[in-house]
C-alpha cells in the first residue's frame, strides 16, 4: 500500500503536468493564425532546406564514392539535402516543430508591419525618404501618363463615333455638338429644346466607338483604379491600390472603422473580410519570406558555389514577384470590401438619426467614427 501511493501520486502529477501543456500548448495555436502558420513553416524549411543543400556541398562539388571523387550535379545535391531532411531524428523533428511555432508568433506580431512596409512606410531616415519620394513621383508621372492616354483615347473614339452618331435620323448638328461638349467639354448650343436635351443626356455615345478604342479605353481605366488622388501617391503599388480605397471610403482611419463597425457587419461580409485580410496578411508575409531565403541562400553559398547562388537569387525574385502581385490583387478585393463596410456604417448612421433608428447601433461612437477626409474630396 505504501509503495502504491506514491506511485499513483507521481501518475497524477504526471496526467496534471502534460494536461497543462497541452492545454498551454492549445491555447497558442488557438492564438496563431493561418497566415502566419504558412509563412513560418515556409521559412523554416527553405532555410534548413538551404543549409542541407550547404552541407551537401561540404565546400566543394565532389563526394567521395567507393574510393573515387564523383562530381556532383544540382539534382544529385537536391536530392541528397531532400532525403538527409527526410531522416531527420525525432529529438530534430520535435525542434524543427518548436521552431515553427517560435517563428509563427513572430510572424503575426509582424504581420501588420509587413502590410506597413510593402505600402510604402519606410521611416523619416533621410536616405530612405529620398528613395521612398523618387517612387512616389515615379508613379506620380504613371499615372499623369495614364490620364493623358485616357483623354487622347477618349478624343479618338468621339471623333470616330461622332460620325455615326451625327447618321442618325433623330440627331442634328446642334445635338451632336452638345453631346461632344459632354465628351470633351465646352459650351453646348442654347437651342435645344427639353426633349432633345433629354435624348442627349440618355445617349452611351460609347456604343457607337470602335471596338479597339472601347478596349483600350477600358484597360486604361483599370490601370487609373490602382492609384489615388495624385496627392496622396505612395511609393509602391500596394499603397497606391490600398490608399485608393482608403480614401473612397471617405473616413481618415479605416483601420478603426473597422474595429468598432465589425460587430455590426453582417455574417456574410464579416467572413468575406476575415478571409481577404487573411490573403493579404499571408501574400505580404510570404513576399518577406522569399527575399529573406534568397539572401540567406546567397551569404550560404557566396561566390564559393556561384551557380547555386545565382539560380537562389532567380528562383527567389521570381517567387517574390509573383507574391507581390497576388498582394496586389488581394488587396483590390479587400478595398473594395472596405468600401462596402463603410457604405454600411454610413447607412447605419443615417438610420441611427432617424425616426426608426435600430436597436443595435450605438449614436455616440457613429457621430465620432464618420471623420470625412480634407475638404470631403473623393480622390
Known amino acids: 500500500m505504501t509503495d502504491s501511493q506514491p506511485e499513483n501520486a507521481a501518475s497524477v502529477a504526471l496526467s496534471t503536468a502534460s494536461s497543462s501543456l497541452s492545454q498551454l500548448v492549445t491555447r497558442i495555436l488557438e492564438q496563431l493564425a493561418l497566415s502566419a502558420w504558412l509563412p513560418a513553416a515556409a521559412l523554416t524549411l527553405l532555410v534548413t532546406f538551404i543549409m542541407q543543400v550547404g552541407d551537401v556541398l561540404g565546400g566543394n562539388d565532389t563526394l567521395e564514392s567507393k574510393g573515387e571523387p564523383v562530381r556532383l550535379d544540382p539534382g544529385a545535391v537536391i536530392s541528397s539535402a531532400l532525403e538527409q531532411m527526410a531522416n531527420i531524428s525525432i529529438g530534430g523533428a520535435v525542434l524543427l516543430v518548436m521552431t515553427v511555432v517560435v517563428v509563427t508568433m513572430v510572424t503575426q506580431a509582424f504581420t501588420f508591419e509587413s502590410i506597413r512596409l510593402l505600402e510604402g512606410y519606410w521611416g523619416v531616415w533621410r536616405p530612405i525618404e529620398r528613395v521612398a519620394q523618387a517612387r512616389a513621383k515615379h508613379w506620380r508621372n504613371a499615372r499623369k501618363r495614364l490620364v493623358k492616354s485616357q483623354r487622347r483615347l477618349t478624343k479618338r473614339a468621339w471623333e470616330r463615333a461622332q460620325f455615326r452618331i451625327a447618321a442618325e435620323d ?11 461638349a459632354q465628351v470633351l467639354g465646352g459650351e453646348a448650343p442654347s437651342t435645344l429644346n427639353d426633349a432633345q436635351v433629354a435624348l442627349v443626356d440618355s445617349t452611351d455615345w460609347w456604343r457607337y466607338a470602335p471596338s479597339d478604342l472601347r478596349r483600350r479605353h477600358v484597360n486604361v481605366e483599370k490601370a487609373l483604379d490602382d492609384f489615388p488622388h495624385s496627392k496622396h501617391i505612395m511609393p509602391t503599388r500596394l499603397g497606391n491600390v490600398l490608399r485608393r480605397f482608403e480614401n473612397d471610403t471617405g473616413y481618415e482611419t479605416v483601420q478603426d472603422l473597422v474595429d468598432r463597425s465589425f460587430h455590426l457587419l453582417p ?9 481577404q485580410r487573411g490573403r493579404l496578411d499571408l501574400y505580404c508575409s510570404m513576399f518577406l519570406v ?5 539572401l540567406i541562400a546567397a551569404l550560404r553559398f557566396n561566390s564559393t558555389h556561384a551557380i547555386y547562388t545565382v539560380v537562389s537569387v532567380i528562383v527567389a525574385s521570381v517567387a517574390a514577384l509573383s507574391l507581390y502581385r497576388a498582394a496586389v490583387a488581394s488587396a483590390r478585393y479587400y478595398g473594395s470590401l472596405l468600401v462596402a463596410i463603410a457604405e454600411f456604417v454610413r447607412e447605419a448612421e443615417s438610420q441611427s438619426f432617424g425616426h426608426e433608428a435600430p436597436a443595435q447601433v450605438d449614436r455616440s461612437w457613429l457621430a465620432k467614427l464618420r471623420r470625412k477626409t480634407p475638404n470631403g474630396q473623393r480622390p
Open 267 to 275: 455574417p456574410s461580409l464579416q467572413s468575406s473580410h476575415d478571409e
Open 170 to 180: 433623330e440627331y442634328t448638328n446642334d445635338m451632336v455638338q452638345a453631346l461632344g
Open 290 to 294: 522569399a527575399v529573406s531565403s534568397g
